[in-house]
Structure formats: C-alpha cells, structure tokens
C-alpha cells in the first residue's frame, strides 16, 4: 500500500507543515529505526509543539542572541552580491574565481513558492553544467528523499561553480580562533553540509551528469576570525559524514509501511487524544535523542515507565538484539523464561552473563 500525500495532511491535523532542513535531516539519521519520529517528520509534525503540549518542551535551537549575530555575520559575507566571500575564495584558498556571475535562488520574482524556486535551481544548476554559466548560487533550493517522501532544503548556503565543479559553502557565526573552531561545532557544520552536498548530487545526477566529479565533497565554512567580524574561510573534508548519511538515510525505516498499519482515525492535532497518538507509532528511544529530537524527555519518560532496554543506551540495546524490555531480559538471564528461536543466542549470552556475575559476588563474599 502506497502512502498518500492526504494520509501524511491527516496525520499532521490542522497545523501547517514543518519543513525539514539540514540541521533535521542529520539528526534524523542519529536514530534511523525509530518510526514515531519517522513519521512524525515526514508529516511535517511541529514535535516541538507536541512535546510542550504533553508536558515535555525541550530548550532546542539556538538562542536569539546567536541567530542575531549568524544573521548580521552571514548578511555581511553576502553583500553585494557576495564580494567578502569573493575575496576570500581568490586569496585566502588561492583559488582562480574569474568574473563572477552571483544568482540569487531565495525567491522568483515575487514567488517564494517551493516547488517554483527548486525548478529554477534546477534550471541554473543545468545551465551550470552544461555551459559552465553562472559562479555564485544563492539560497539553492535543494530536495531529498527521506524515507520515500521528498524534503525541501531551506537554502541557508551558497553553491559555487568553478572548472565545471560545484562546492558547497556555509557561513557559520561560531568562530574560529587561532586557526581552530569547537570541534562539536565543526562536526554539526559538516554533518549539515553533508545533507547539502548529497542533495546536490542527487540533482545532478538526476540532470545526466556525473555527481562525484560534478559536486566536490570538500566544503567551505566560513566563520569570523578570532574575536572579529572578519571572515575567514576553512575547506573541510566531509566524505566521512556523507557515507554515514548515505547509509543512515538507505536504512530509514519505510513511513509507507508504517502509515499503512495505524488506525485510521488517529491525528496530531494539539488536542486530548494527542498522547494517545503519539504512543500508537512505536519509538526507539536511545540517550542519544536527547541531543537530536524534540520529543526526547517524553520518549525518555515513555522508556523508563516501561522498562524499555534502550534507557539503557544503544550499545546495550543492540547487545541485547530483540529484547525490548528490561523485564524479559532478567528472566531470559534467570532462566525462567524459555526463549523463541530467534533470541536462543541471545539468551545464552545473558545466562551466561548472570552466571559469572554470581560467581564474581560469591568470590568477593
Ligand atoms: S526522542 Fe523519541 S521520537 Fe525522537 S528519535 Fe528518540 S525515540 Fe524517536
């Protein structure tokens, strides 16, 4: 049974639909098993809305002080028709940016419209490839598949053409001092330009064109410089977190299959079935949501009340492969429960586990 786009509309109820970007589609792929969160992103739920209505809110994102500053930093790189970030490509990396050609791709005309401003990144992205026309593309409107459903980039990134070659740059307000950044930071940045650059791949291929020689996979962050507002521009190296992405993204649980087995009638409208629904779509609840997803402290609580083995950690969980509950896996290490066939090797490590523990508490009595 095929999903339909008025199943994922119900599903999401009356509030308009949360798009993803980069920051979502990498935190995505930190818990690619989970169908509560596949489904819930792929109808566009506002989880953060969610997670507050059920008495869960989690402080997410970037305070207003730091979106202030990205915001003026990033508005400084890119002003007339992005001469800082010129200089910095021709000097600082020594490459051989001719006259350029800046596009903006953030609006058609009057039209914000998704649909129309992916069409005309694609167009120029063509022209690109076919004519080398073009330098500079402003706020690319990129899509990706996710889970069977196409995601549309927010464009916050710039895509220059050079030799026939594109690269992706991003312009990062965390700064860079003394010639190092924060490492979290900097892995954020590439994990997000990983989505930018498999996105743009995608496209080219979908063009005719070879996307491994067509996008490079080295990006370019560029941030403020010490303790200024000068930009400087760090090539980073983001194949590691595109074979990660790319095989996270593979693995994604099918939101067809689960769409197609939950009742009918149930809907995320901020209202008094909410719960009720959200605990239909199984979760896979792991520590590591805490810094990737909205609805963590409500899977959290959810795992612990019912002794789900993955509070534990995911290392444990997938020790334990096919034992959800805390509760079974103590009676499989007694013996009092008979395992199926599937969970025998599984059980036999964990008798086998309780025995040594024994034997190490009696030899310290
Ligand atoms: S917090 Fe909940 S919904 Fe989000 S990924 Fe973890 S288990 Fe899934």
Do not use: W
Request: aromatic share 4%; hydrophobic share 45%.
């Amino acid at each position: 049974m095929s999903m339909t786009a008025p199943d994922l509309d119900r599903l999401r109820g009356v509030a308009a639909p949360r798009n993803h970007d980069a920051r979502t589609i990498s935190a995505l792929t930190a818990n690619p098993g989970c169908a509560r969160r596949g489904v819930m992103d792929a109808a566009g739920v506002d989880k953060d809305a969610v997670a507050r209505h059920l008495g869960f809110g989690v402080p997410f994102g970037q305070s207003q002080f730091a979106i202030t500053r990205g915001n003026t930093f990033e508005a400084q790189v890119k002003a007339d028709g992005c001469a800082e970030l010129l200089t910095l490509l021709r000097d600082r990396l020594g490459l051989e940016v001719p006259e350029v050609a800046y596009d903006d791709l953030g609006a058609v005309g009057d039209n914000e419209g998704r649909e129309v401003r992916h069409a005309r990144t694609r167009k120029l992205v063509q022209r690109a490839l076919e004519t080398g026309e073009g330098t500079l593309f402003d706020h690319p409107l990129l899509r990706l598949d996710i889970a069977g459903r196409p995601a549309y980039l927010e464009p916050d990134v710039i895509a220059f053409q050079l030799g026939g070659r594109f690269h992706i740059v991003e312009v990062k307000s965390f700064a860079v001092i003394d010639g190092q950044a924060e490492a979290d930071q900097v892995a954020a940045a590439a994990r997000q330009s990983a989505v930018y650059v498999l996105a743009l791949r995608r496209l080219v291929a979908e063009l005719g064109h070879d996307p491994v020689e067509k996008v490079a996979h080295e990006v370019f962050l560029v941030c403020p410089e010490n303790f200024s507002n000068r930009p400087t521009a760090t090539p980073v190296d983001i194949r590691p977190q595109l074979a990660v992405l790319e095989r996270q993204l593979a693995r994604l649980t099918r939101v067809d299959t689960i769409v197609a087995q939950l009742p009918e009638e149930i809907t995320f409208d901020l209202g008094e079935a909410l719960e009720e629904a959200v605990r239909t779509v199984e979760a896979r609840y792991a520590p590591e949501c805490m810094s990737s997803c909205e609805m963590a402290f409500f899977c959290r609580a959810e795992a612990r009340a019912c002794g789900a083995t993955g509070a534990l950690g995911r290392s444990v969980r997938d020790d334990l492969g096919g034992v959800d509950s805390v509760e079974t896996a103590l009676a499989l290490a007694e013996g009092v429960l008979e395992p199926s066939e599937d969970l025998a090797e599984t059980a036999g490590q964990l008798r086998l586990a309780a025995r040594l523990r024994r034997e190490a508490l009696a030899g310290v009595a």
